[in-house]
């Protein structure tokens, strides 16, 4: 783990070729910006959350009991802002221990800009240094550019889930189950990088 975090911080240009972030684990410190970012969202970006994070008690939580081993949260920062937060969840010693699932969440300035993509790509590296195999993805079935995201990736569908998500509303969703193998992912990966990136302007 160790030499993983080594790679990190990292700086990227996205696809406007004018806006930089910076990519890098969380840490203790990023309490107080995390509760702004999550406070950010809007109430329909936070209704396919899978945690209450307008609650500051699940963000002290995560800052107060960060595992790298089973959750590696990466996030993305601009101008010491938080724009992003993706996050890799793996079970160590269980028998799902070659599987992880992918969670990423980008606020609204910063979307379609090839930043899901960069923050996609890093946890997807992390997950193949860390010996894992398979990568699931959950959504609601009808956030739809989550969705499309993870099938651009090559992600299929393997199960839906039959009004298994009920969120603050108390509104049910379906909850739809992608996976796809970690080394056909990346595959798929250098393709979208050539269509988002064409010129190579990406750094780090």
């Known amino acids: 783990m160790k030499a993983i975090l080594r790679d990190y911080p990292k700086e990227f240009t996205l696809k406007d070729k004018k806006t930089r972030v910076l990519i890098r684990p969380m840490e203790a410190s990023d309490r107080n910006a995390l509760v702004k970012f999550f406070r ?5 970006d936070r209704l396919y ?28 920062i601009h101008e010491k802002t938080i724009v992003a937060d993706a996050t890799l969840h793996r079970n160590e010693y269980s028998w799902t221990r070659h599987v992880g699932e992918i969670r990423i969440v980008v606020a609204e300035g910063f979307r379609r800009k090839g930043l899901g993509f960069i923050l996609l790509r890093e946890i997807f590296y992390v997950a193949l240094r ?30 839906v889930l039959k009004n298994h998500i009920m969120d603050p509303r108390a ?16 595959r798929y990966m250098a393709d979208l990088e050539k269509e988002l990136f064409p010129s190579r302007i990406m750094e780090g």
Do not use: C
């Open 130 to 159: 860390m010996g894992l195999h398979k990568m699931v993805a959950e959504a609601a079935e009808d956030d739809l550019s989550a969705v499309r995201m993870f099938e651009k990736l090559g992600f299929q569908k393997e199960a």
């Open 49 to 76: 959350l899978r945690d209450d994070v307008s609650n500051e008690e699940i963000i002290d939580k995560w800052v107060k009991n960060i595992n790298y081993e089973r959750v590696f949260p990466l996030l993305a």
């Open 171 to 186: 509104v049910k969703h379906n909850l739809l189950i992608m996976s796809n193998d970690v080394e056909t992912i990346l």
């Open 40 to 44: 950010s969202l809007s109430e329909k």
